[in-house]
């Protein structure tokens, strides 16, 4: 091992990156957790087995094989080579050089296979590139991937670009080194093999070239990572925890209000005792807990744990039947309104209360009270948007990672109907039909089966010429 001034200055970019990542995590975890609590314990082989299926095999990509196969060439890519940067990450630290080399055979199957990998990426990133700029894929389209979304899916693409170039610039012009000095490299390359003829013949050069793609590859997976939280991509690190959480009742089965269903069963069962009303920790009542979501901390945690895995992929939207015939509900813009609202109301500060900016702090209060206001309902998702959903759950089966918008969904229309009698007409008068005839129907109850003897006395009727 040869310790030197790069070793230390690799240290501390090491720790930099990976703790500036890790602040960024906790901040995020912090958000998901101010949702409402949802015991999601026990079932852990079958949680377990689904994340091995659908995270880690990416059962449900497959339902559409071109973009299936593209995905599966980045993703094993993404795991291979990460194993190099293993490699790199000891020797930054160690003042090594080619650390793994040490496992003979073994390294140069594996250096060849992610130089492999890495080719193959750049082809695929090239397809997705193409199918997202150029051709006319729909789920691509849409409001809510304009401007920062759509700008976030090609940077994603072109620094996948620029971090196999840096990892063939790096093997390339050691290969090259090593030939010039009549050595022999560890490992295997077969395509930067190829790409030797491009470098210069100056041991120098070739030197200094090897360094500039050494450094390049791991700065640039750091600062990679540290981008991961503010893009559609952070899903390749939030799909496992939401695949595990996801839900394992039947997909029709919708949840119950517990205190509706407190007050239901105590009317017809009066010796059913209803639980005594939430506590503050002083022993003062508890505020109420609102019916359904107006805003993102009445949603589940689970539900904001959607929001940061969205791929943005669209599958969800491009089989809504709503969608499909032209109305406003997008289940995608759903998922993403949430996660924008998140990130609005605890990141930003003018969200935050003004005690914790002190006396002196410069800010407009009518903007500040503006903010305070702005909830996901109404102020991201419309009602209209709402009540175009038909609860078919297309979206939830469609979704990669399992994500449920359905759920989001749900619980802003009960909001709606429990909390402002916002419902549309047609729901106000199954309603009253209910609660005056007990039926959804404007018949009395009495009248409810004259049409079995409107037919029975059609039936026995003689038909005559």
Aim: net charge neutral.
């Amino acid at each position: 091992m040869h310790f030197s001034i790069q070793n230390i200055l690799f240290l501390l970019v090491a720790v930099a990156g990976f703790g500036l990542f890790a602040w960024q995590a906790r901040k995020i975890r912090a958000n998901i957790l101010v949702g409402r609590d949802r015991d999601m314990s026990g079932h852990v082989n079958e949680r377990l087995w689904k994340t091995l299926l659908v995270a880690f095999g990416q059962q449900k990509m497959f339902k559409r094989l071109t973009p299936a196969f593209l995905h599966l060439i980045v993703y094993i890519g993404f795991i291979v080579i990460n194993i190099e940067v293993i490699e790199i990450m000891v020797d930054g630290l160690f003042g090594t050089h080619r650390f793994l080399q040490f496992l003979g055979p073994l390294y140069s199957a594996l250096t060849g296979t992610n130089e492999v990998l890495g080719a193959l990426v750049v082809l695929a990133v090239v397809a997705f590139w193409w199918r997202r700029n150029v051709g006319v894929v729909r789920r691509f389209t849409g409001p809510e991937l304009r401007a920062w979304p759509k700008l976030d899916a090609n940077v994603i693409l072109y620094v996948e670009v620029i971090l196999m170039v840096a990892l063939f610039t790096m093997n390339a012009a050691d290969l090259k080194l090593h030939q010039l000095e009549g050595k022999a490299l560890p490992g295997a390359f077969p395509i930067s093999s190829l790409l030797t003829g491009l470098f210069p013949d100056n041991l120098t050069a070739l030197a200094v070239l090897e360094r500039v793609g050494w450094w390049a590859h791991i700065v640039g997976i750091l600062c990679f990572l540290n981008y991961l939280p503010s893009s559609k991509h952070f899903h390749i690190i939030m799909a496992f925890p939401n695949v595990f959480y996801s839900r394992l009742v039947p997909q029709g089965q919708f949840s119950n209000v517990d205190s509706i269903t407190h007050e239901v069963k105590a009317m017809m069962d009066p010796s059913y005792q209803v639980p005594a009303p939430a506590t503050n920790p002083d022993g003062s009542a508890a505020a109420p807990t609102p019916f359904g979501a107006k805003d993102v901390d009445d949603l589940a945690w689970t539900n904001l744990l959607n929001a940061y895995s969205c791929t943005e992929c669209g599958r969800c939207t491009s089989v809504c039947p709503a969608n499909l015939t032209g109305k406003l509900l997008s289940p995608r813009k759903i998922i993403m309104d949430t996660r924008d609202r998140v990130e609005e109301k605890y990141n930003s500060p003018l969200i935050f209360h003004p005690s914790l900016y002190g006396p002196e702090a410069k800010h407009n209060p009518q903007e500040q009270l503006d903010k305070e206001n702005h909830t996901l309902l109404r102020g991201y998702v419309t009602p209209e948007e709402l009540w175009a959903c038909t609860t078919c759950n297309a979206c939830v089966e469609a979704c990669p990672v399992n994500i449920n918008p359905l759920e989001s969904i749900i619980e802003m229309r009960r909001f709606l109907v429990l909390e402002e009698s916002a419902a549309p007409n047609s729901l106000n008068v199954m309603f009253s039909n209910i609660e005056n005839n007990g039926a959804p129907w404007a018949f009395s109850p009495s009248d409810r089966f004259n049409w079995a003897d409107d037919l029975f006395v059609t039936e026995k009727t003689p038909v005559t010429a």
